[in-house]
């Protein structure tokens, strides 16, 4: 459903002319209903492939390459198009869900803003509507959490909330960058599965973006690893750990905290 063909990424600093080259001829492909994790080190470019599917990318960005999802060329649209497939057809979960929240609005008003239907829909049904979606991300009192403030409930809840306005609008493909790393390791857990079920019985697609080696593999179809703005390596969670072809890949897998250090 979604082909990065080429990805290439170069940012030119206004003050300086300079230009850094971000992302080196990237391609990979997602089927329908897929999960990819997006893994490697900071600063390897992970946010910034994500920013070139949602063509977001900084002011001084030069892109190359090609990106379809089913079909369609993203970086061609434009207008109306372009509004309608980033509100309908993709969703993105950014790590500190602060970052999307109004910070002095309860969330049930954001629930309800960000609902495609709401708009047609009675107050009422909308409510109700917001009421079960956080129900279905695992939040038993949904009456009180609609009418809290983001300041007011804790990390875990609010990405639940920002997950259940992600599903809700049905989108094709999640763009989900470290959506657990701001979470403790307990909640980033319980966090991680819900995104994993809500997304599986939605047959959404899915790149998710870690540095939790672990986390992505329990989550995902496969891996690619990502090093200097190069796709290293792609493959299965079992291939990736098992055979890891890259010599980063294993300075990666050998990097991760070991709960049985017996089995090093
Ligand atoms: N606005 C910007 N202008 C210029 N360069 C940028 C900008 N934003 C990021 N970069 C550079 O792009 C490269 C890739 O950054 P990116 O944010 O994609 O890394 P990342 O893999 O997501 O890292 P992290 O795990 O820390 O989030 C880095 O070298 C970064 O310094
Ligand atoms: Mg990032």
Redesign the pocket.
């Known amino acids: 459903m979604l082909t990065i063909d080429n990805l290439e990424l170069s ?1 030119t600093d206004p003050d300086t002319g300079r230009v ?1 080259e ?1 992302l080196r001829g990237n391609s990979l492909t997602l089927a329908a209903g897929e999960a990819l994790g997006l893994v ?10 994500l920013q070139c599917v949602l063509g977001i990318e ?1 002011p ?1 960005s030069s892109v190359g390459g090609r990106i379809e999802l089913e079909g369609r060329d993203l970086r061609a649209l434009r207008g109306e198009e372009l509004r309608r497939t980033r509100a309908e057809d993709l969703a993105l979960i950014a790590q500190n869900p602060h970052s999307v929240l109004n910070p002095v609005l309860p969330v049930g008003k954001y629930l309800m803003e960000g609902m495609s239907e709401a708009r047609s829909m009675p107050k009422a049904r909308a409510r109700l509507r917001s009421s079960e979606l956080l129900r279905s991300v695992g939040i038993e009192e949904s009456e009180r959490v609609l009418r809290s403030y983001p300041h007011q409930l804790s990390g875990g809840m609010l990405q639940r909330v920002v997950i259940a306005g992600a599903i809700s609008a049905q989108p094709k493909l999640l763009l989900a960058d ?1 959506p657990t790393t701001a979470l403790d390791v307990t909640t980033q857990a319980e966090v991680a599965a819900i995104l994993d079920e809500k997304r599986r019985e939605a047959e959404m697609s899915m790149i998710f ?1 870690s ?1 939790d080696l672990d986390l992505a593999a329990a989550v995902c179809d496969r891996l690619a690893v ?1 090093r200097y ?1 190069e796709l290293v390596e792609i493959g299965t969670p079992e291939e990736i750990r098992d055979a890891p072809q890259h010599e980063y890949t294993r300075e990666l897998m050998n990097a991760r905290p070991k709960l049985h250090p017996e089995e090093a």
């Open positions: 940012i850094s971000i490697g080190e900071s600063g390897s470019g992970k946010s910034m492939t900084p001084g470290e973006v540095h990502m703005g």
